[in-house]
């Protein structure tokens, strides 16, 4: 008998937007960050992006080299615009627990501390608005695990302190304010992930993706967030606290940075006044590709 094993899955992303002006806009500029990474375990297929006034799409990289969209309107006055994308890509099944280098304790904290492994992850160490500590934290590290399983049980602390909901928090909402309302969505769970993590002298950055939630996984329905931490000789593994995972098959990488300002999906400037609403949508669907 044939043993037949899932190796891969095949993904197929669709994000739509509507951007609506109660007086007209007279112009804008527009930047999308929302292309899936390149990378050892992601291979896009094919992209398409389009927009209701059929203007000329340019393609840009930003300063974490990731791909991006740029659109400029220089025409008449419009009430509303629509975008769309659509992804294919392939995602290859890892084994997280394959990349960890297996040192022990003191090894892992020798090499966290020693200047070569600082300098080399600087960027990343550094704290910012959105994730500084604004006083310590019931969760502690414990000295006795190794530091993979103290993310592992910060992963499970976030998820088990804090509530998803929706609308209780926006994008610039600080961890002070996160840590009173015990609530907010993956974007906080995941600064507050990186604060921790940082004070501890492990390099932590933003990522943000999507997440094939048919699994009944937390997230919104734009896009997703999560952590990914350096550890010594193991390299940059995901973590993601809003449900309480270590990022493998079901997160699909776009960008990373410091935090949320770093890689947002959207962002840009409109000339217009009065009311202005957005509305977004993401749809991930998933097929099984088998190898015998």
């Known amino acids: ?18 951007n609506s002006y109660e007086n007209g806009a007279t112009s804008a500029l ?22 209701s006034h059929y ?3 340019e393609n840009s990289i930003n300063g974490y080299g990731f791909k991006t969209y740029r659109i400029r309107y220089r025409k008449s006055s419009f009430e509303e615009i629509e975008f769309h994308a659509e992804f294919q890509l392939i995602k290859q099944v ?19 501390n020693s200047l070569e492994f600082k300098a ?26 190794s530091l993979f399983q103290n993310l ?31 609530q907010g969505v993956c974007q906080d769970f995941t600064h507050l992930f990186i604060a921790i993590a940082k004070s501890r002298g492990i390099p932590s950055r933003y990522v943000s993706g999507y997440l094939h939630q048919g699994n009944g996984y937390f997230g919104d329905s734009q896009m ?11 390299g940059w593994i995901g973590f993601d606290p809003t449900n309480n995972l270590i990022a493998a098959e079901n997160h699909i990488k776009v960008a990373h940075g410091k935090d949320y300002t770093d890689c ?28 015998q």
């Not at 890892?94 to 966290?112: D, R």
């Not at 704290?127 to 006795?144: A, G, R, V, W």
């Open 264 to 291: 947002p999906p959207l962002k840009g400037i409109v000339f217009s006044s009065g009311k202005n609403e957005t509305e977004y949508s993401v749809q991930v669907s998933a097929q099984q590709q088998q190898q």
């Open 55 to 57: 203007i000329p799409i």
């Open 224 to 234: 997703h967030a999560w952590a990914e931490c350096c550890l010594p000789e193991s």
């Open 30 to 51: 527009w930047q999308f960050m929302i292309i899936p990474e390149i990378n050892d375990s992601q291979e896009v297929l094919s992209d398409r992006f389009t927009n």
């Open 94 to 112: 890892e084994n997280v627990f394959e990349k960890l280098a297996g040192l022990s304790i003191e090894e892992e904290s020798t090499k966290l």
């Open 1 to 18: 008998m044939v043993k037949i094993e899932f190796m891969s899955l095949e993904y197929t992303i669709k994000y739509s937007a509507k």
């Open 120 to 145: 080399d992850n600087d960027v990343f160490l550094r704290q910012t608005e959105l994730t500084s500590l604004p006083k310590e934290t019931t969760f502690q590290f414990d000295q006795n695990l």
């Open 152 to 182: 592992q049980n910060l992963n499970k602390w976030i998820f088990d302190e804090f509530t998803f909901k929706a609308n209780v928090t926006s994008v610039d909402t600080n961890l002070e304010d996160i840590l009173k309302l015990k």
